[in-house]
């Protein structure tokens, strides 16, 4: 179907709120990763899932961030207690294979401000 | 650890000229390339992948280049237009891992008309 989309484009917190942003990937992709980019840098990988299993979340900065795909099709990446450091642009992408190389495609990302 | 580097950080040049953004990785093991197109509060918008084994990849005006023994990529871009401008973002897979791409910290292109 149509390409990865995610929700809600922005969003501002205050310090210490829980936050939740939704991906919901192409249709029938079953690998799907997580970013996250600071302003004026490249993204930085978080998580992958391959189906419903999260496969890798070596990049998850701490355990405030958890995310979930509990049926292989629509994410949800929760940062419990925000920071400010956690302001950023979440990128989600899905690719129609699993494991590597192949082409990843970028939903529009959430912005997240935390004040 | 795989490092990837992308310079210049930025560049811009008038409409119609020919260009080169590049890209270097620190561990030449790496599975294929992917460059990106990224506008301003948008996502990212795949080019061009490279698979490890080819050298090159062409799609309209861009052509990319992969030469893994030096660690280093090359984006070219012909006749370049004001619609070109945007953030362009090199990434690695590295060999054997889950397909997490490794980013440069792209270039930003302005091509002015």
């Known amino acids: 179907g149509a390409g990865v989309s995610q929700s809600p484009r922005y969003k501002v917190a205050k310090r210490g709120q829980d936050v939740a942003l939704r991906c919901d990937p192409i249709?029938?992709?079953?690998?799907l990763f997580w970013y996250q980019q600071a302003l004026g840098q490249g993204p930085e990988f978080l998580t992958y899932?391959?189906?419903?299993?999260?496969?890798?979340k070596s990049g998850l900065p701490s355990d405030r961030f958890f995310a979930e795909r509990p049926e292989g099709s629509v994410s949800t990446l929760k940062i419990q207690r925000t920071q400010q450091e956690d302001s950023a642009v979440y990128l989600c992408?899905?690719?129609?294979?699993?494991?590597?190389?192949?082409?990843?495609?970028f939903g529009p990302g959430t912005r997240l401000t935390v004040l | 650890k795989q490092e990837v580097t992308q310079i210049p950080a930025a560049l811009s040049v008038p409409e119609g000229e020919n260009l080169v953004l590049n890209c270097s990785f620190t561990?030449?093991?790496?599975?294929?390339l992917q460059w990106f197109r990224q506008d301003p509060g948008k996502g990212l918008t795949s080019l061009l992948l490279?698979?490890?084994?080819?050298r090159e990849q062409t799609s309209g005006r861009l052509n990319a280049s992969l030469d893994k023994s030096s660690g280093r990529s090359t984006l070219y871009i012909a006749a370049s237009q004001p619609g070109d401008s945007a953030t362009y973002l090199c990434?690695?897979?590295?060999?054997?891992?889950?397909?997490?791409?490794?980013f440069g910290q792209g270039t930003t292109l302005q091509v002015k008309p």
């Open positions: 992408a899905s690719s129609k294979r699993e494991g590597t190389a192949d082409t990843q495609y």
């Open positions: 990434a690695v897979w590295g060999s054997g891992n889950t397909g997490k791409l490794i």
């Open positions: 561990d030449s093991a790496i599975y294929n």
């Open positions: 490279i698979q490890s084994s080819q």
């Open positions: 899932f391959q189906n419903e299993a999260q496969l890798d």
């Open positions: 249709s029938g992709h079953v690998s």
